[in-house]
């Protein structure tokens, strides 16, 4: 393989089947002879692991909002430069379970700091490092699936009210919107196989 590595997140708010997808589309790509990583957030570093312990544990209230988006930032630097961008360099493929754009919307839009704010801070902590595509899963009754399928094991984000959880919904919609050639959103409703179809359509114009 020449030259630079694919970077692709995938994205979706809680219970929208991202961990099935994840695994079928990195199946996928590899049948397709692409070399890949497949790595997510928070965590995907020693160091970042070690600060997802301390994002997702805890009550609710345990990080103000600033530190929080800080806290994912600094764990996203730590990724950025141990894991992604070597593989990029050495003509590997990424694809990451989660990343800014997960923060853009868990954080500046559900937690209103701001889409803006919190882009700023992450551009600080990855400069140039976006993805070539962000792929984001919506399902319209994707909260209540999560609840159902959470119940009281819920992270500490996850399991924040259903009124947040739509405005993590709305603000990847928003992201999509306002950057449509990087970030789609894909419906995540119907068999697995579909959803992977539709995820690696909107591949379509990246692979080789
Ligand atoms: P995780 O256990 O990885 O679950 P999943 O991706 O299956 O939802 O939990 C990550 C949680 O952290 C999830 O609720 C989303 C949240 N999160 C943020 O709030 N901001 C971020 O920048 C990232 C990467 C995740």
Redesign the pocket.
Known sequence: MSGRGKFISLEGG?GVG??TQVKALAAALRQRGIALVET???GGSDGAEKIREL??TGDDGRWSARAEALL?AAA?ADHAEKTIRPAIEAGTWVLC????D??LA??GGALDLGIAEVRAVNQFAIGELFPDRTLVLALAEGGARARARDNEDS?R??GRPAGYHQRVDLAFRQIAAEEPGRVRIVDASGSPDEVTRRLLDQLEDLLP
């Not at 379970?97 to 800014?100: A, T």
């Open positions: 809680e991202k961990s997510r957030e928070p994002l997702l994912f996203r379970d989660r990343f800014v997960s923060s868990y954080q992270d984000i996850g």
